[in-house]
């Protein structure tokens, strides 16, 4: 299960609260990825980045921050603006190459309940 | 944006049964096709793709078809076994210099011995 982690792998936090779930890779992967995944929803993506100290929205951004200070660390806030923050979060890399090595590498997830 | 429609939400098969679920995407300059399998509390992981350039990928006992013209493609196992369970996902990518994949909603198959 080497190669990319996300901490801690449950988390709870009352309503309000700003909370920061951590993504580190050492698979020197230049793109890096945060979805967030509900039952029947699929894996719905928040944020991207595709080198450092840049970043994109995803579909669904709102009430959620990034940063991309090191090419290995790409942490997601989840700020009280996000109105229904409890959830499975996923973090993914993937290396981009002219080939198109486009397999993407999952984090075990974190999941996060707000009360 | 890329739309990604998969079918059907929930399968249920006898061990030893086919299963097949399909994938129908919108952008024709996709040319990249995962599928990835979520066991049970676990991360997602890719368990075969393809390019746009083939229309089928053999690995075992799965496959995936590719038709560009229709824009589906699909993923194919062959005589299922319980530790198939699991929440399979496809994915189409916008390309063009960048990879932002969009994923299906995930399909839940059951394998009952």
């Known amino acids: 299960d080497g190669g990319i982690t996300q901490s801690p792998k449950y988390l709870f936090r009352k309503e309000g609260q700003n909370v920061t779930l951590s993504c580190e890779q050492n698979?020197?992967?230049?793109?890096m990825y945060w979805y967030r995944q509900d039952p029947g929803q699929g894996l719905r993506l928040i944020y991207y980045?595709?080198?450092?100290?840049?970043?994109q929205k995803g579909d669904i951004a709102e009430g959620y921050s990034v940063s991309r200070e090191k090419k290995e660390s790409f942490p997601l806030t989840v700020t009280s603006a996000q109105k229904n923050p409890t959830a499975f979060y996923l973090c993914?890399?993937?290396?981009?190459?002219?080939?198109?090595?486009?397999?993407?590498?999952f984090g075990p997830g974190t999941r996060l309940t707000v009360t | 944006g890329e739309n990604v429609e998969q079918h059907p939400s929930t399968l249920s098969v006898q061990e030893g049964d086919s299963a097949v679920i399909k994938c129908t995407y919108s952008d024709s300059a996709s040319n990249y096709f995962p599928w990835y399998k979520q066991e049970l509390g676990k991360r997602p992981q890719l368990i075969i793709d393809?390019?746009?350039?083939?229309g089928e990928k053999k690995d075992q006992r799965i496959a995936v078809t590719l038709n560009k013209t229709a824009k589906h493609f699909s993923l194919h196992i062959t005589e299922t076994q319980p530790e198939d369970s699991a929440v399979y996902f496809c994915a189409a990518p916008l390309t063009g210099g960048s990879y932002i994949p969009t994923f299906g909603r995930g399909t839940s198959l059951i394998v009952h011995p």
């Open positions: 980045s595709q080198i450092v100290n840049d970043f």
């Open positions: 393809i390019r746009s350039n083939v």
């Open positions: 993914a890399s993937s290396a981009l190459g002219l080939a198109g090595a486009y397999e993407q590498y």
């Open positions: 698979l020197n992967h230049d793109a």
